[in-house]
C-alpha cells in the first residue's frame, strides 16, 4: 500500500507558471525524496531532504519539509513544458538492514505552452 | 553499465505462464530494489537486496513471485503461473550504499526503464 499521498493528483498550468505540489505521510522518517516520471520511463531522483532540514533548494526546485504535520512541498519554478511529467514523494522508513522507500500517490502536471 | 538495464522491456504472457525479469544494477551498487507499478499509480515496494542478501521480501504480493541475486550483481524477478493481475510495471533500482546518507552516498535509487508485463 501507499505510504504517501501527493496532492493535487493532477495539476495543469501555463507555462512560466510556477508548480506546487504537496505529500503527505504517515510515520516518522529517515528522509523524504522526490521523484519524477515521463511517461512510460523510469523514475527519476530530484531531491532528497533529511529530517532534520526544513527547506532545500535544487535550481529550479524548492522542497519543503515539516515532521511536525509529516507533510512536504515541492515547487517548481518559471514551469516550461519539458517539466511535464507525474511527481512522486518517496519517504525513507528504514531501520538497520531493513531499507524501504516508499511512494505516494503521485501528481501528474501538464505544462501548457 | 552508465544506467539500471532492464530486459524485456516489453512481455506478453498468457495467463498461467512463467516469466521472468532481468535486472543489471549500476556496477558496483550494492543495494537492490523491485518495485510493481500499476497503470497510475505509485510505485509499490516487492522486495529488497544488499549484494546477494535478500533482506525484505515483504512486498512480494504471493508465493508466485520469487527474486535473487545470487553473485550480488544481476537480479532476477520471477512469476509463476501470472494472473491477469500481474499485469503492470516492475521497475528495479539500485543504490550505491542504499538509503542511508553518508559522506560518499547520496541515497537515492537509479531505476531502470521498467519492464511492462501484460497477461491475458
Known amino acids: 500500500s501507499q505510504q504517501g499521498e501527493e496532492d493535487p493528483q493532477a495539476l495543469s498550468i501555463q507555462e512560466g507558471e510556477n508548480a506546487t505540489m504537496n505529500c503527505s505521510y504517515k510515520?516518522?522518517?529517515?528522509?523524504l525524496q522526490w521523484y519524477r516520471q515521463n511517461s512510460g520511463r523510469g523514475l527519476v531522483h530530484l531531491i532528497l531532504i533529511r529530517s532534520n532540514e526544513r527547506e532545500k533548494h535544487s535550481g529550479r526546485l524548492r522542497v519543503t519539509l515539516d515532521t511536525s504535520k509529516k507533510s512536504s512541498s515541492l515547487l517548481i519554478t518559471a514551469s516550461r513544458a519539458a517539466d511535464t511529467a507525474s511527481y512522486f514523494c518517496a519517504t525513507d522508513y528504514s531501520n538497520f538492514g531493513n531499507e524501504k522507500l516508499t511512494f505516494g500517490t503521485g501528481t501528474r502536471l501538464t505544462i501548457i505552452p | 553499465g552508465a544506467g539500471v538495464s532492464q530486459s524485456p522491456r516489453y512481455k506478453v504472457a498468457k495467463r498461467g505462464q512463467d516469466v521472468a525479469l532481468r535486472c543489471d544494477p549500476i556496477?558496483?551498487?550494492?543495494?537492490l530494489f523491485w518495485y510493481q507499478q500499476a497503470l497510475g499509480q505509485g510505485p509499490e515496494f516487492l522486495t529488497y537486496f544488499q549484494n546477494e542478501a535478500q533482506l525484505d521480501k515483504s512486498g512480494l504480493p504471493s508465493d508466485r513471485f520469487f527474486a535473487e541475486r545470487p553473485e550480488g550483481s544481476v537480479s532476477t524477478l520471477k512469476i509463476q503461473r501470472t494472473q491477469q493481475e500481474d499485469s503492470a510495471v516492475y521497475l528495479c533500482?539500485?543504490?550505491?550504499?542504499?538509503?542511508?546518507?553518508?559522506?560518499?552516498?547520496?541515497?537515492?535509487?537509479?531505476f531502470g526503464e521498467g519492464s511492462r508485463l501484460t497477461v491475458l
Open positions: 556496477s558496483g551498487h550494492v543495494s
Open positions: 510515520t516518522s522518517i529517515n528522509n
Open positions: 533500482a539500485s543504490s550505491l550504499g542504499g538509503l542511508l546518507t553518508t559522506a560518499t552516498n547520496t541515497g537515492e535509487l537509479f
